[in-house]
């Protein structure tokens, strides 16, 4: 019998997982902070003896080779993967034998990259389940154009060539077992609400299994929408082999050391919540709440390499954060304050208006209002609120320039986007109201007409 144990990583949509037979286990696709990994095989009683990478990761700093040393596990990587590190290459078609009622069968499949493997676990003798990494998801697929565009097209095709592999070879009740799919910006395609699968539900449900070839990879490559920018880092940054990461605190900022920060230009990242932030705020500082994608989206928005303090309302929130950024190659901060705005500055605090839908349907009828929409091109092409002006999120610091002069009411889809964008505009003097509502839900039904992009 072979259990396996998820690792949850919903902040960056991602699994890893941990499966073992009672005695010896494999881990797939480690995030950074290992110590989630080590102490579930702690409870479980079972020893790491093998590490296991279904592709060189794009979203996320792998903690796979620091794992492997801690604990004396093999790390197998493609053997095509040109890497700085020593591991065990293996390739398509090799078999590893775990333990005697345990072992594993590797199975190219190309597509989120070129050198991309799925590991097929078996108890037994008999399949179970299938680490697909970033190939066969919960109803899509891993995005194809992570390496660039001119592998976009070769690569979607491979993509759908791996899928119809997987569903060729397995049974169809062996659990599929993906890594991306849970939010991750590395799914092409809506992965839905599903948390799991089998083959047999996946060739009934998954375009990619029911599509036609180049059907499936023309609305793949249509559907295709920007991804974030620190991707460009982990790639080489897990090709280098990464070591295990400091949490150690970082060291505490007084309120001098704060305003020397702000004028200096760097950044400052107040972690509370967008109602909070809202309320009250060190000026200049930037909000990215940890009750949204934090990391996502700061290691989108930050100039790699600037440096970076957070202010947080605990030490826990405060080292959350850390974490957070670490399993990004964030691992470096300048220093944290804790406390409330009131601990953290001599000036007065700054703060902004927040509002639903229905209150921007009613100040229109009365006045002119600036709207910003941050949302991304597919949300924005599907609809959007008429007369808005659209930058996404991640352009916004590159677009100041065209931000609407007067009061900007800001929203997004939800209203964690909108508070990022609400305090990079007040940070720059813009009068600014975060609309803080879903756009699905409430637009609409505000008195606000939609229209589709031309």
């Not at 967008?274 to 309320?279: G, K, V």
Request: negative net charge; glycine residues 10%; contains cysteine.
């Amino acid at each position: 019998m072979v259990t396996i144990v998820p690792v949850e990583t919903p902040t960056l949509g991602d699994r890893s997982y941990l499966a073992h037979d009672g005695q010896v286990a494999i881990v797939v696709d480690p995030q950074r902070d290992i110590d989630r990994v080590l102490a579930l095989a702690e409870q479980a009683g079972v020893r790491i003896t093998h590490v296991l990478e279904t592709h060189i990761h794009n979203d996320y700093v792998t903690g796979g080779l620091a794992l492997a040393r801690a604990t004396g596990a093999e790390y197998l990587v493609n053997a095509a993967d040109d890497v700085s590190f020593a591991r065990t290459p293996v390739s398509d078609g090799d078999v590893v034998e775990v333990s005697p009622s345990m072992r594993v069968r590797v199975i190219a499949t190309p597509g989120h990259t070129f050198t991309h493997l799925a590991y097929a676990v078996e108890a037994d003798g008999e399949p179970v389940g299938v680490f697909t990494g970033g190939s066969l998801l919960f109803g899509a697929t891993g995005r194809p154009d992570l390496l660039g565009p001119d592998h976009t097209d070769d690569l979607a095709h491979h993509q759908y060539a791996s899928a119809h592999r997987l569903a060729a070879e397995l049974p169809e009740q062996t659990e599929v077992l993906p890594t991306h799919g849970f939010g991750s910006f590395c799914s092409s395609g809506s992965t839905g609400e599903a948390t799991e699968s089998t083959i047999g539900r996946e060739k009934h449900t998954n375009p990619v299994l029911t599509d036609d070839e180049e059907r499936w990879v023309a609305d793949t490559l249509t559907g295709l929408d920007a991804y974030p920018a620190y991707y460009a880092h982990m790639g080489p940054a897990n090709s280098a082999g990464p070591a295990a990461p400091d949490l150690d605190a970082p060291e505490t900022a007084d309120r001098a050391v704060l305003a020397r920060r702000l004028r200096d230009g760097e950044w400052v990242v107040d972690l509370r919540s967008r109602s909070a932030f809202a309320a009250g705020h060190v000026t200049r500082t930037l909000n990215l709440g940890l009750d949204g994608e934090f990391a996502t989206y700061l290691g989108w928005l930050i100039p790699w390499g600037t440096p970076l303090t957070l202010l947080g309302e605990s030490p826990e929130q405060v080292a959350l954060a850390q974490r957070e950024l670490v399993r990004i190659g964030i691992d470096q901060l300048e220093g944290s304050a804790t406390g409330s705005p009131q601990d953290w500055t001599d000036s007065p605090l700054g703060s902004f208006a927040r509002a639903a839908f229905a209150d921007l349907g009613q100040v229109r009828h009365h006045r002119e209002v600036r709207v910003l929409d941050v949302r991304r091109d597919a949300e924005w092409r599907a609809g959007h609120l008429d007369g808005a002006t659209h930058i996404p999120l991640h352009e916004l610091l590159t677009r100041l320039g065209e931000i609407p002069s007067g009061e900007v009411w800001v929203h997004c889809a939800s209203g964690y986007r909108a508070s990022i964008a609400a305090s990079v505009l007040a940070a720059h003097g813009t009068p600014v109201v975060a609309v803080d509502d879903g756009f699905d839900e409430h637009a609409g039904a505000s008195g606000l007409r939609l229209v589709p992009s031309a």
